[in-house]
């Protein structure tokens, strides 16, 4: 179902058998919208969870946390906040502006100050004049691409040009990563992950004291790769192991008690 709250598009996911008192909500990062999540959604919909997935594509990064104000106060409960790539940056400041149960960050991106492995796709030639003027950025292209989408080439054409004023922000450092968050968080990502590499998501778990996941043989897109319905198990077992019995909704009789 698609509604807009607060001037953004938003992508609801309604379970099938609802089990969960707190719904998920689903941030996605660079180049990309909430269709990355389409998948995802739907297979965790079998396993009653309810999920929202806002479009961001027009707000600057600067802007993303207010924006995405409006949705947290929608939501029937505080979100579980799952983020891919720079979609980690607003899921932080959702954290520190209000109660959130816990953050799953996939193939987290970090601004180039805060990244532990140099500046990244940030310094790529290509991407010089957003950085230096604000210019609308076009996805990567070529090899870049390849580098960029990994195993999950296919949806290419899928790809938009992103905000000038978010790629700048990110890039000069403007939008960072907090100092701490007093929030549960599981990393994952792929160990052939060019752009969020194994040694950032290390760091990035140990900077805010996270569980961290690498998977063999996958790429900064694990979420849209053959066998990442693997993936979506973890997220969902983690979450519920992590936030434990509070999270769950009352169930029926006939339902099935255990929700792993």
């Known amino acids: 179902m698609r509604t807009h709250v607060g001037g953004l598009r938003v992508e609801i996911t309604r379970p099938e058998s609802a089990k969960f008192h707190h719904p998920l909500l689903l941030l996605h990062g660079l180049w990309t919208d909430s269709w990355i999540w389409e998948p995802f959604a739907a297979y965790l919909a079998h396993r009653g969870w309810e999920s929202w997935a806002p479009s961001l594509t027009t707000v ?70 957003a950085r230096l003027a604000g210019a609308r950025v076009s996805p990567p292209r070529g090899a870049g691409a390849r580098a960029f989408l990994g195993g999950a080439l296919a949806v290419r054409d899928r790809l938009r040009a992103d905000s000038g004023a978010t790629f700048r922000a990110i890039a000069s450092g403007r939008t960072r990563l907090p100092a701490r968050l007093d929030v549960p968080g599981l990393v994952l990502g792929g160990e052939r992950d060019a752009i969020a590499p194994d040694a950032a998501l290390a760091a990035l778990a140990a900077r805010f004291g996270w569980t961290r996941r690498a998977y063999p043989g996958r790429g900064h897109f694990a979420i849209l790769e053959p066998g990442w319905e693997a993936l979506a198990d973890d997220v969902h077992r983690w979450v519920v192991q992590t936030v434990g019995a509070e999270l769950l909704a009352l169930l029926d009789d006939d339902d099935d008690p255990d929700p792993l």
């Open 60 to 129: 600057p990064a600067t802007a993303a946390a207010c924006a995405l104000d409006d949705v947290m106060r929608a939501l029937p409960a505080a979100p579980v906040i799952v983020a891919h790539d720079v979609g980690v940056l607003a899921a932080a400041s959702c954290a520190q502006r209000g109660t959130v149960p816990a953050i799953v960050a996939i193939a987290p991106v970090a601004p180039p100050s805060q990244a532990a492995s140099g500046r990244g796709i940030f310094a790529w030639p290509q991407f010089w004049r």
